[in-house]
């Protein structure tokens, strides 16, 4: 089982620079999210998307969009990356009914910003 | 809001002794109470969760979590802790709405042979 995967898993961009990270999920799930992982801040929610052709703000949204591309993949998109987005993003999933599911998450894109 | 609290952010333990990583929360209604690990350079993990029933959840690798309303705690515990247990442990939780998880800022767990 892939369960969630996440490309690259390693990017080094200059700032101003636009990248677009991919995550697709292969469990039929209906709701995904993008987090961001920064130490000492745990994880922060930057968009999350409940179902297919849905998506919402999350606490930092502030630099990012995102694209529910058909129930498997959901991307997010740094139009013109800064340093302070310098982070580590991870995408997970949920299945349907999720409030008492887990999310199952990727293992993770490192992103730097030169 | 809901938020969580994990109040360590560094735990010791020694192999074979008991460990405790403690999280306390705040919801609106009910809660759903989850601990994830992550090990270095992956993705985190799910543990084990609580949702009603039973204070004492019973979960993956021999972990356990008592939830306690009262106190709005959902510590998790292992009676003898490993080498191999060390790594980042999170709580998370969301309330009865379809909400996401909201995590906390996570606890390193050392365990020295």
């Known amino acids: 089982n892939a369960g969630v995967t996440q490309t690259p898993k390693f990017q080094v961009l200059k700032t101003g620079q636009s990248m677009t990270l991919q995550c697709a999920q292969d469990?039929?799930?209906?709701?995904m999210y993008w987090y961001r992982q920064d130490p000492g801040m745990g994880l922060r929610l930057i968009y999350y998307?409940?179902?297919?052709?849905?998506?919402d703000k999350g606490e930092v949204p502030n630099g990012y969009n995102v694209s529910r591309l058909n129930k498997r993949e959901f991307s997010l998109r740094l139009e013109s990356a800064a340093p302070s987005q310098t982070s580590v993003y991870f995408c997970?999933?949920?299945?349907?009914?999720?409030?008492?599911?887990?999310?199952?998450f990727g293992d993770g894109t490192r992103l730097s910003i030169l | 809001a809901q938020s969580v609290a994990q109040p360590e952010d560094q735990v010791n333990v020694a192999e074979g002794n008991p460990l405790t990583v403690k999280c306390t929360y705040s919801v609106s209604g009910n809660p759903y109470l989850f601990w994830y690990v992550q090990y270095p350079n992956r993705g985190l993990q799910f543990l084990l969760k609580y949702i009603t029933g039973d204070n004492l959840v019973k979960g993956s690798y021999g972990f356990e979590a008592e939830f306690n309303k009262s106190q709005t705690s959902f510590h998790l515990k292992k009676p003898s802790a490993l080498v191999s247990d060390s790594a980042l442990y999170f709580c998370a939780v969301r309330d009865t709405g379809n909400t996401p998880l909201v995590f906390g800022k996570g606890t390193r767990l050392s365990v020295i042979a």
């Open positions: 997970a999933s949920t299945q349907a009914g999720g409030q008492s599911q887990p999310q199952h």
């Open positions: 469990m039929n799930h209906n709701s």
């Open positions: 998307s409940a179902s297919e052709g849905t998506t």
